[in-house]
C-alpha cells in the first residue's frame, strides 16, 4: 500500500477540473495506455495576456497520476505561459504534500503534458517527444527525457531514474544503459565540481564582478524599475550604487543581500557587498 | 463500516476455533516442547496433533510433514534439499508463472550456475504437457510445478504433471499453497515428492507454514541448529502458530466440500454480474480448470490501483495485477506470460473469495463496482473508445 498524503486521496477521490474543454486553444498529450498511464491536458489561453484562463485534463492512470493531474491544473491557471513553464514537476509534487519516491513519475507526466500544450499553442514540438533514442522499450522511454530528468531532479541512481520516468522498470534490459548515462552526467559534473577554482588576480577578479553586475544583475532590476552601478571593489568589498527604484525602496538591504549572494556564488565566496 | 474482504489468496481471516486453539499457548502453556520438565514437554504432544490434523487435510502420514516458518521456507527448503542429493545435476525445470518463492530461488540458482528451464504457459495460462516431456533432461535435478496460480487461479494437472517427471526419475516438487482447503489433495494418489502448504492462506496466522516430504524422498534440513522437528528443521517451535495450523488444517478438511459449492457460486455471480455490467472486461485465465474462489478480471481503459483505491473507500479489499500495485512498476509476471496484453493488465483486479464471504458481500461489490469503473473511464482519455 502506498503512503498517499491527503491531499493526494482528496484530488484522486474528488479531481478537480476533469474532462474535455470544449474548443481548447491548446492540447497537450503525453504517455500511452501501453504506458500504463497518460495525460492529456487541456487550456484556453487569452490571446492578448498569454494568461491560462481555464486547464482541465484526462487522465488514465493510478491515483497519484489522477491527483498529480489535477494538481498540475489547479496550479497553473491564472498563470502565463511563461510563468507555467516554470512549473517542475517537483512544485507539482509539492502542492500535493509530497509523492512516494516510487510514483514521482507522475508529476514528471504532469510537467510534460503542460510543456507539450505551450509547445501545442505555439506551434512548435515539444522537446523531446521526437528527440532520442528509445531507451527502455517497455515504456518508450528516450534518452533524452532520461538525461533531463536526471538533470532537473538530481538523481544518482537507476532506482531514481525508474520512479521519475519509468524506464527501466518494465523488463530491466536497459538498466546497463540507464547506469552508463548516469555515469556520463556525474562523471562530467564531479569534473566540473572538483576542478579547483583558479585563483583570480584583482583585475581579473574585478572584470568578473562588473560582468555579473551588468549581465545578470541589472537586467534584473531594471525590470522592476531599480539600477545598479559598480562604485569599487575593495579588496573583498564591493561597492554598489542603488538607483531608481532601489533606492528608495524599504528592501534596498535585502537587494544589496541578494547581489552579494549571487557574486559570491559566482566569483568568490569572500565578498561582502556594501551599497552606498 | 463492514469489511468486504475479496483478497484471500493475498492472506486470509484466523478462525475463531483457531484463535482458541492458539490462545493457551500465548499464555499460560508456554514452555519449550523441548524442555525435561513436564510443563514445558507437554506442548510437545500438542505439536504433534497439530502435524496429524496437517496430514490428515491431504492424506499423508504425520511423518511426512515439517512444520516451517511459511510457504517460502518450504519452497526454498524443498529445493535446496533436491539440489544437494543430486550435486552432479545442473539443471532446474519450472513454469513462468510460479510465485516469486520458487521464481527467485531459482534466478538465484541461475547466477550460481544452474540451467533453468522456464515452461511458458498458453492465453489461458495453460502449460504444454509436451512441453514439459521434452524439457526433462538427464541434467535435471528437480522440478517444481505449481499446484494451482495465486493470481489466475488456473489449476495445473498435477496427477498427469507428476506421471511425466516420475516416469523419469526426477523429484518433483509442488507448491501447493493455494491449493489446500481448495480443493481435495490425496497424496497418497499423487507421485509428487514435496509439496509446500501456508499457514495464513486457510485462516490460521502469519508466520507458520508446513512441507511434505513422502517417505523414502532423501531430505537435508534448510536450517542447520537443533534437533526440532526430527532434526529437519532446527529453531525453537512457533507453538501457537503450529497449533493454529493444525485447527485450520482440521477446519479446512470439514470446508472443503463449501469451496466448491457456496464459495464456487458466490465467485460465479459476483463474475457474471461484473461481466455484465462493466462493458469491455474479461476473465483471465482457465474457466474450465481454475480455483473456485479465485476470479481474475481486466477492464479495459482503467488502471487497477485506481481501481483498488475507489473499492477502498467502501471497504472492498481486492488486488491487482497492474504495474502501479506492484511496488516495483513491474507489471504481474503471470498475467505477462499468458500474453494478456499490457493495456488489459493495468486495467485487471483479482478477487479471491473464502468461506467467510456472503451474498451481501456480493450484492455491495455489484452495486459499487459499474460506477467506479465507469466514473474512471469518464476520467479517462480512453474512456470514449468503450464500445457504446
Not at chain 1, 209 to 231: H, N, T, Y
Request: hydrophobic share 35%.
Amino acid at each position: 500500500m502506498w503512503e498517499y498524503t491527503d491531499k493526494v486521496r482528496d484530488l484522486f477521490l474528488h479531481p478537480k477540473n476533469v474532462g474535455e474543454l470544449e474548443k481548447p486553444d491548446s492540447v497537450g498529450e503525453v504517455g500511452s495506455i501501453v504506458c500504463g498511464d497518460a495525460l492529456k491536458l487541456f487550456l484556453k489561453v487569452d490571446k492578448e495576456t498569454n494568461r491560462i484562463t481555464d486547464a482541465t485534463f484526462q487522465t488514465f492512470g493510478c491515483a497519484s497520476a489522477i491527483a498529480s493531474s489535477s494538481a498540475l491544473t489547479e496550479i497553473i491557471k491564472g498563470k502565463t505561459l511563461d510563468e507555467a513553464l516554470k512549473v517542475t514537476n517537483q512544485d507539482i509534487a509539492d502542492f500535493l504534500g509530497g509523492l512516494p519516491r516510487e510514483k514521482m513519475h507522475c508529476s514528471v507526466m504532469g510537467r510534460e503534458a503542460l510543456e507539450a500544450a505551450v509547445a501545442n499553442y505555439r506551434g512548435g514540438k515539444p522537446r523531446e517527444a521526437e528527440e532520442g533514442e528509445i531507451i527502455c522499450q517497455c515504456y518508450g522511454i528516450t534518452d533524452q527525457k532520461i538525461k533531463h530528468v536526471i538533470m532537473e531532479n538530481k538523481l544518482r541512481t537507476v532506482e531514481d531514474v525508474t520512479n521519475y520516468t519509468k524506464a527501466g522498470g518494465g523488463c530491466g534490459g536497459c538498466v546497463p544503459e540507464i547506469e552508463k548515462i548516469l555515469k556520463e552526467i556525474w562523471s562530467e559534473k564531479i569534473i566540473e565540481e572538483g576542478k579547483p577554482k583558479k585563483r583570480l588576480t584583482n583585475i581579473q577578479k574585478i572584470s568578473l564582478i562588473k560582468e555579473i553586475i551588468e549581465k545578470e544583475i541589472r537586467p534584473l532590476l531594471q525590470s522592476d524599475g531599480g539600477d545598479v552601478e559598480l562604485v569599487d571593489v575593495d579588496g573583498n568589498i564591493v561597492i554598489v550604487s542603488l538607483r531608481g527604484m532601489c533606492r528608495e525602496c524599504l528592501m534596498a538591504d535585502v537587494t544589496a543581500k541578494n547581489i552579494e549572494k549571487k557574486l559570491k556564488e559566482l566569483v568568490s565566496e569572500e565578498l561582502v557587498v556594501e551599497a552606498e | 463500516m463492514k469489511v468486504v474482504y475479496l483478497d484471500n489468496n493475498a492472506t486470509t481471516r484466523i478462525a475463531d476455533e483457531v484463535r482458541e486453539a492458539m490462545m493457551p499457548f500465548l499464555t499460560e502453556l508456554y514452555g519449550n516442547p523441548s524442555s525435561m520438565h513436564t510443563f514445558g514437554g507437554q506442548v510437545h504432544r500438542h505439536i504433534e496433533v497439530a502435524r496429524e490434523q496437517v496430514a490428515a487435510l491431504i492424506n499423508a502420514e504425520p511423518g511426512e510433514i515439517i512444520f516451517t516458518s511459511c510457504g517460502t521456507e518450504s519452497d526454498n527448503t524443498a529445493l535446496m534439499s533436491a539440489l544437494e542429493f543430486a550435486p552432479q545435476k545442473k539443471h532446474i525445470l519450472t513454469t513462468r508463472v510460479e510465485h516469486p518463492a520458487v521464481l527467485n530461488f531459482c534466478k538465484a540458482m541461475y547466477r550460481k550456475g544452474y540451467k533453468i528451464t522456464f515452461l511458458p504457459v498458453n492465453k489461458s495460462g495453460r502449460l504444454d504437457l509436451e512441453d514439459l516431456k521434452s524439457s526433462i533432461t538427464d541434467d535435471t535435478a528437480v522440478v517444481s510445478i505449481m499446484h494451482a496460480n495465486n493470481e489466475s487461479g488456473v489449476i495445473f494437472p498435477l496427477n498427469e504433471i507428476a506421471d511425466i517427471v516420475k516416469s523419469r526419475g526426477v523429484v518433483l516438487h509442488t507448491d501447493a499453497v493455494q491449493t489446500a482447503g481448495k480443493l481435495p489433495l490425496d497424496v497418497r494418489k499423487l507421485p509428487v515428492d514435496m509439496m509446500s502448504f501456508s499457514g495464513h492462506k486457510i485462516h490460521s496466522p502469519k508466520g507458520v507454514g508446513a512441507l511434505y516430504v513422502k517417505r523414502g524422498t532423501r531430505f537435508s534440513p534448510y536450517i542447520i541448529g537443533g534437533h526440532q522437528e526430527g532434526g529437519r528443521r532446527a529453531g525453537t517451535e512457533n507453538v501457537a502458530s503450529i497449533v493454529g495450523f493444525g485447527k485450520a488444517c482440521e477446519l479446512a478438511k470439514k470446508y472443503l466440500p463449501d469451496e466448491n459449492t457456496k464459495v464456487r457460486a458466490l465467485r460465479d455471480r459476483l463474475e457474471q454480474g461484473l461481466l455484465k455490467t462493466c462493458p469491455d472486461s474479461r476473465v483471465n485465465g482457465d474457466v474450465e480448470s481454475r480455483l473456485p474462489n479465485t476470479s481474475n478480471i481486466s477492464f479495459e481503459f482503467v488502471e487497477g490501483e485506481a481501481i483498488l483505491l475507489r473499492l477502498n473507500e467502501y471497504n472492498i479489499c481486492a488486488s491487482s495485477g497492474s504495474a502501479c500495485t506492484s511496488g516495483s512498476l513491474e507489471p504481474s509476471h503471470v498475467l505477462r506470460s499468458m500474453g494478456v496484453p499490457f493495456t488489459m493488465i493495468h486495467g485487471s483486479v483479482r478477487f479471491s473469495l473464502s468461506v467467510n464471504n456472503t451474498d451481501e458481500d456480493i450484492d455491495l461489490v455489484l452495486k459499487i463496482m459499474p460506477g467506479v469503473i465507469k466514473e474512471l473511464r469518464e476520467l479517462s482519455p480512453y474512456g470514449r473508445e468503450v464500445k457504446k
